[in-house]
């Protein structure tokens, strides 16, 4: 029987490939994003598209109470890093605005799609949060923002771990054919980003679909409570 997966941020980039993964695994597959182009996507990959912008409480609870049943699997993919966007803050004012922009993207989002669909999420069901390498070097408003996303969803899992439910943070470190720098990747930074992997490769948006499904599977089940690094070495743990 299909599974119900919601994946926000799914109209391009890695939500788009792991909504495809899904997708193609037979899945009933829903994909949020703040544009028309989710609607776009949605049809490419056939799957269902809704107009959703994550950080905003209205839009959020208009999309929670579209579901009359049940989620199997949340994936908490929208974000983005404002501090590519734009100049330097020149301002305190500045400066807030960067970092709320950033908290509201990359952690916001997260706790306010869960909490709307928490009482949907089916028992023996998965949440699945993306973070970044960025978090282990927190100096940013980005990294700072999924530290706290990593953090929080170790809290969660705690919270759903009585209902089979399991929380688990995906983190990507270089990823390519993504958008994600916003045409400001230069070739200097871009080989030093695959140089400090151990095996010598920029990580693929489907390394990333890959995990992102094994996670939600019958296979992790006992797998909660944890930050999944996918860099190819670039940060190591023991």
Same mark, same amino acid.
């Given at each position: ?12 980039g890695l ?12 899945e009933h597959?829903?994909?949020t994003?703040?544009?028309?182009r ?5 049809a490419?990959?056939g799957?269902?598209?809704i107009?959703?912008?994550a ?14 049943g049940g ?18 803050p020149?301002? #305190?004012?500045? #400066? ?10 990359n ?11 928490r009482?949907?999420?089916? %028992?023996?069901?998965?949440v699945i949060?993306v +973070?970044? =390498?960025?978090a ?9 923002a999924?530290?706290a ?11 759903? +771990?009585?209902?089979e ?7 990507p470190?270089y =990823? ?9 990747l ?12 151990h095996?010598?490769? %920029?990580?693929r %948006? ?8 094994? #996670? ?6 006992? =797998? ?5 690094h996918?860099n ?7």
């Open positions: 029987m299909a599974r119900t997966i919601v994946i926000t941020g799914g109209s391009r939500g788009r490939q792991v909504a495809q993964r899904f997708s193609e695994s037979g597959v829903v994909i994003g703040r544009s028309d989710v609607r776009e996507t949605a490419a990959l799957v269902v598209g107009e959703c912008d950080s905003e409480p209205a839009s959020v609870e208009a999309f929670a109470e579209q579901f009359g989620v199997d699997v949340l994936v908490n993919m929208a974000g983005g890093n404002a501090d590519l966007v734009g100049p330097t020149g301002s #305190l004012k500045d #400066l807030a605005a960067q970092w709320n922009t950033n908290l509201a993207a952690l916001l989002t997260a706790v306010l799609t869960t909490a709307a669909l009482d949907h999420l089916r %028992p023996g069901g998965a949060n +973070g970044s =390498i960025g282990e070097y927190a100096s940013t408003s980005y990294g700072a999924k530290a996303l990593a953090a929080w969803s170790a809290g969660l899992s705690a919270e759903l +771990g009585q209902t439910i399991t929380v688990n943070v995906v983190s470190g =990823i390519e054919d993504t958008d994600f720098f916003q045409g400001k230069t070739d200097e930074r871009r080989a030093q980003l695959i140089a400090a992997t095996d010598k490769r %920029p990580g %948006p489907d390394d990333v679909a890959g995990l992102v499904e094994f #996670l939600a599977s019958p296979h992790a089940r006992h =797998i909660t409570g944890q930050t999944i996918l190819g070495g670039a940060y190591t743990t023991r």
